[in-house]
């Protein structure tokens, strides 16, 4: 297994901290709004990071924070006069909704920053004692020039002359020492902790330092997030967590880089800014988002439109068509091909190895269904080199997981079976009229040459 670390800026050779395991830490939303696509594409590499291991036998232990507060909670959550937990909870849900429905698999853990404030408190507390952490009038500040490694992520310079910053977020420009707490003030309301270090709240960093190492240890296999937050956050959480322990924070960091729209930057302002939701409503199947996803290496941007959305979309409803087709297929005497799906089943292992490269374990996944077209053509396939694709097509959607899985209840299939005897007596213009019903309510029937037929979910853009 190799793979790309920020840190080292080179690939290298997974070696896991134990045998067969792997712990992993990936940065979360904050629930102060919908997620966007951007986000959605971090989490469809975090799914796939999850899936990949799995795939090749490790256990993995697979973190997922929620930032449940911080500077924009806590002004939206006043700006409509409810309760941070209300208006938090609302966002989760919505979050957890949209990640079932682009199929991201559940983390082991999904810690909330506020069940975690005693962690955070027992951390800082030790940054104080050891020198690394000072108290201001406004709050607890982490020194930056204390820790010299400090820049290693990012490759950002230290300049001597630093200042302070209070605001989670900020840009390479502002290098500065960062709040670790911050003392309680009027706009924060009724959001504060009463603690030993003082009343308040905790910085956005300190957050993920604290909840890692509750639920992961001291040292990380692998950190995962966009590379947005390379500096600051990433770097500041390697100078909170490697002062607080005296050891290596994270062996392997890896980033998935940014989603453009049209070539751009998304930007409400740009009016390009869109949600899952967004895309629903236009009548696209949120699947196509995540084949979208997985036909770019995560470390190339990946430039989303319409028109290209529309082709996956297509290119999903020939999958699943193809893969349908393939099961009702009669089935003959061999014809010799097993070494082939071997072979393009190995090439999809070696393709996620090298880097978790899912452009090119897609491609072997195409090349095997364009097998499996070409004994449909034919019209028959050996028993035993169908069931051998199908397995290697099962056990490839164990990562890529865009085959339709869901069950289609009785009553369309009772319908198709209704269309089909009508067909059989040649009542062509009433099953016309059930095919049309059978579309209305989502799904599409393609007939066979021995006069059978499969069912396959109806997508908009694939028609």
């Given at each position: ?459 908009k853009y694939a028609m």
């Amino acid at each position: 297994m190799r793979i790309y670390n920020t840190l080292t800026r080179k690939e290298e050779t997974f070696k896991p901290i134990e045998k067969g395991k792997v712990r992993m830490y990936c940065c979360g939303p904050t629930v102060y709004d919908y997620v966007h696509i951007g986000n959605l594409r971090t989490f469809i590499f975090y799914d796939t990071l999850k899936r990949v291991f799995e795939h090749l036998g490790y256990e993995v232990k697979q973190v997922i924070n929620l930032t449940d507060v911080d500077d924009k909670i806590i002004k939206n959550s006043r700006e409509r006069r409810i309760s941070r937990e209300e208006y938090t909870g609302e966002y989760s849900k919505f979050f957890f909704e949209d990640i079932k429905k682009i199929r991201v698999e559940p983390a082991t853990i999904y810690p909330k920053a506020t069940e975690n404030i005693d962690k955070m408190v027992d951390i800082i507390e030790v940054l104080i004692q050891k020198g690394f952490a000072y108290k201001a009038e406004d709050g607890i500040y982490y020194s930056i020039g204390k820790f010299k490694d400090y820049g290693k992520l990012s490759g950002i310079k230290v300049d001597k002359g630093l200042s302070r910053i209070k605001a989670d977020e900020y840009d390479k420009i502002s290098v500065s020492d960062f709040a670790l707490w911050k003392f309680w003030d009027e706009k924060d309301g009724d959001i504060f902790w009463e603690t030993r270090i003082g009343k308040g709240r905790p910085g956005w960093h300190i957050e993920c330092s604290a909840m890692s190492n509750r639920f992961l240890g001291d040292t990380l296999d692998i950190h995962s997030g966009g590379v947005d937050l390379i500096f600051p956050h990433h770097e500041n959480e390697i100078a909170q967590s490697e002062a607080y322990t005296g050891k290596k924070f994270v062996n392997y960091w890896v980033h998935a880089e940014h989603l453009l729209v049209d070539g751009r930057k998304m930007s409400k302002s740009l009016h390009n800014f869109y949600t899952l939701r967004d895309l629903e409503g236009m009548g696209f199947d949120s699947l196509s988002f995540r084949l979208m996803c997985l036909d770019a290496n995560h470390r190339d941007k990946l430039d989303f439109t319409m028109e290209n959305l529309k082709r996956y979309e297509k290119t999903l409803n020939d999958v699943n068509t193809s893969f349908k087709l393939l099961e009702k297929l009669n089935e003959s005497n061999g014809t010799g091909i097993d070494k082939e799906i071997d072979a393009i089943y190995s090439a999809f292992d070696e393709a996620l190895m090298n880097d978790f490269n899912t452009h090119a374990a897609l491609a072997q996944f195409f090349k095997l269904i364009e097998v499996a077209n070409s004994r449909i053509k034919d019209g028959k396939i050996g028993k035993h080199e169908k069931k051998n694709i199908i397995d290697k097509l099962r056990g490839m959607d164990e990562v890529l997981n865009i085959i339709d899985k869901e069950s289609i209840s009785q009553d369309i299939i009772d319908l198709a079976e209704k269309r089909k005897e009508l067909r059989r007596k040649s009542k062509w213009g009433d099953a016309d009229e059930i095919r049309r019903d059978i579309s209305n309510k989502g799904y599409s029937i393609v007939d066979l040459e021995d006069g059978g037929y499969i069912i396959v979910k109806r997508r908009k853009y694939a028609m």
